[in-house]
């Protein structure tokens, strides 16, 4: 009974210790003398990988300063980059409008401003119409009606 207890205290305290040995720290010398610290078992999860777009081209910050100069919330020429004026010029036309101020720059802004999305080099782009639709709520006119009432060979 004794050895039993024994036995059970020295498995308890293995249980408890063991978590603590693997979550150890391993100090690594790296080549220019830095040593650095890593987790045994989170090795295979080294480096994270960045995703989507971390910088604005520099043709497109000319555009949208050009845009901001023309609706005179930037002044003078644009520079191309990305810089405390620009932002301060982004947030500031984009709260006018009632919209987030915090991400840069925002969508509906860049189609405000006349910078949307380019469709003209898309397959169906020729001949086609990018306009607007009409406004909801009118009733189709005589014209679609006629063409609907043809096609299902109603007479009207």
Do not use: C
Request: hydrophobic content about 35%; charged content about 15%; overall charge positive.
């Amino acid at each position: 009974m004794y050895f039993s207890r024994v036995r059970l205290a020295v498995l308890i305290s293995a249980a408890l210790l063991a978590p603590s040995v693997y979550a150890a720290h391993v100090h690594h010398s790296t080549a220019n003398g830095q040593t650095s610290t890593s987790h045994k078992l989170s090795q295979r999860h080294r480096a994270r990988r960045v995703r989507g777009q971390q910088a604005i081209d520099p043709e497109r910050v000319t555009q949208i300063q050009g845009a901001l100069i023309r609706e005179h919330y930037l002044p003078g020429p644009a520079n191309g980059k990305w810089d405390a004026t620009t932002i301060a010029a982004m947030q500031k036309y984009q709260a006018d409008h009632g919209w987030q101020t915090k991400l840069m720059p925002d969508s509906r802004a860049l189609k405000n401003l006349g910078l949307g999305p380019d469709y003209s080099g898309a397959i169906n782009a020729q001949g086609a119409n990018f306009s607007p639709p009409p406004a909801a709520g009118g009733a189709a006119s005589t014209s679609q009606n006629a063409g609907f009432a043809e096609a299902s060979g109603v007479k009207q």
